[in-house]
């Protein structure tokens, strides 16, 4: 018998039918995919860095989101609960007319005391007790140690510039003879704008005995970077309201309450956020590079959004109280 042959005329090999075994995967190619070699753990490195740079991201987005966004509406929600008090105060016959309540307690620092009404700047305000960081993020502050607005003798009211909707953002604005307008449990009172005045600048003479004169006080320099202090002089227009002792020795608040100073920092509190942060974030690395984009997004943005805002709010507390 003759052996057969194909059309090609190769010979076929004994073993064309039967099924080659798949080549093993190509080390680097492997390699390549999973960023380690294989049977190796993916090393710690890449986390803490990627941890590091997501920490540091929240947090300058936080105190941004903050200062911008946020505490305009956290001002705006002060000042209604606190105008709405202080109408029913006034309606009432209540409001302190003093540095203390009825009772002859020192107010407490953020109780409303006043409404501030300047026309060319379109502000009305509610005025709280006290001038730190905490109670001007809730509008205006009268400082403790002064009279207040009507009385005999010089009151002072401090005010941010832009933060927390900078109710004095625009003081620069008024010049000498605009008039303004201050409600207090006393009575309206109208101050005439003096002049304005910067660091180095002359002070006008005291007023005279029986007469009143407040001093709206705020920071100068670029927004949200505050480079000294703008003081308006303003004198009482009319008869002055009857002024009583003062309780709170002048010059003796804490440094909190001064101009561009911050409140006093609750370290250990700030602290314990800021390790929650830098643990969120290598969490939020990890699930990134073990799980995928999307789950590590769905996971994570909810913790360290509201960890980078507590935290930002925590900072801005320690800014200067005119920013």
């Known amino acids: 018998m003759t052996a057969t042959t194909d059309t090609t005329g190769a010979v076929p090999s004994a073993d064309a039918g039967t099924p080659r075994p798949k080549a093993a995967p190509d080390a680097a190619v492997d390699q390549g995919r999973t ?90 305000e509610v005025v709280f007790e006290g001038t730190d960081s905490d109670v001007l993020a809730k509008g205006p502050g009268h400082r403790r140690d002064t009279l207040l607005p009507g009385q005999a003798g010089t009151a002072v009211i401090m005010g941010r510039a832009a933060a927390y909707g900078g109710p004095f953002g625009k003081l620069a604005e008024l010049v000498p003879g605009d008039t303004f307008r201050i409600t207090t449990g006393q009575g309206r ?3 005439r704008v003096l002049d304005l005045r910067r660091a180095g600048d002359r002070a006008p003479a005291a007023p005279a005995a029986g007469t009143g004169r407040v001093v709206l006080m705020t920071a100068t320099g670029t927004p949200y970077l505050p480079a000294g ?43 314990l956020w800021l390790q929650a ?47």
């Open 189 to 191: 009172f109208t101050f």
């Open 35 to 124: 960023g380690a070699p294989p049977g190796r753990r993916r090393p710690a490195t890449p986390y803490v860095l990627g941890g590091a740079l997501l920490t540091m991201s929240v947090l300058l987005l936080g105190i941004c989101a903050q200062l911008v966004l946020l505490s305009p509406l956290e001002h705006r929600a002060s000042q209604s609960a606190g105008f709405d008090r202080l109408r029913g105060e006034l309606a009432a016959g209540t409001v302190a007319v003093s540095q203390t309540d009825q009772k002859g307690r020192l107010l407490t620092p953020g109780t409303p005391l006043m409404f501030l009404e300047i026309p060319e700047l379109h502000v009305r």
């Open 277 to 323: 942060l830098a643990v969120t974030s290598v969490a939020a690395v990890w699930a990134w590079f073990r799980w995928g984009r999307r789950q590590a997004w769905i996971v994570s943005v909810g913790p360290l959004g509201a960890i980078g805002l507590e935290i930002a709010h925590q900072i801005t507390r320690l800014l200067p109280n005119l920013l």
């Open 229 to 271: 202090v703008l003081r308006l002089d303003a004198d009482l227009v009319g008869k002055a309201a009857d002024t009583p002792a003062l309780r709170i020795a002048p010059d003796s608040l804490p440094a909190s309450e001064l101009p561009l100073r911050g409140a006093p920092a609750v370290w250990w509190q700030l602290l």
